[in-house]
Nanobody, 120 residues
Framework: QVQLIETGGGLVRAGESLTLSCRAVGDVRSISDMGWYRQSLGNRRDLVAVNDQYGLKRYADAVKDRFTLSGDKQSRIMYLQMNSLEQEDTGVYYC??????????????WGKGTQVTVSA
């Protein structure tokens, strides 16, 4: 099984920064995608940033110039550096990993989520 350990959420003021981390723990053969999604109240869970199966880092347009994804899939750890936070960035941030456990088993795993609240 794979577990995702997320840290780094909290309450900040607009304009400040936060860094989220996600570590994948378990007997994983390989990770294809590793990234972060966000769900704000009443809305669906949307992509924030991902290191995809091609090794490309993709960002939502709303965060492209402010958020940076780092870390690497081989090490099974990913960081999301969030700068110039805005109230619209408020939400629960979920780490997501798509991985192979074996030649026959692929998994799509979600973390429990970490709350980010940005005040005025």
């Amino acid at each position: 099984q794979v577990q995702l350990i997320e840290t780094g959420g909290g309450l900040v003021r607009a304009g400040e920064s936060l860094t989220l981390s996600c570590r994948a723990v378990g007997d994983v053969r390989s990770i294809s995608d590793m990234g972060w999604y966000r769900q704000s109240l009443g809305n669906r869970r949307d992509l924030v940033a991902v290191n995809d199966q091609y090794g490309l880092k993709r960002y939502a347009d709303a965060v492209k110039d402010r958020f940076t994804l780092s870390g690497d899939k081989q090490s099974r750890i990913m960081y999301l550096q969030m700068n110039s936070l805005e109230q619209e960035d408020t939400g629960v941030y979920y780490c997501n990993v798509k991985a192979r456990m074996s030649s026959f088993q692929a998994v799509d795993v979600w973390g429990k989520g970490t709350q980010v609240t940005v005040s005025a």
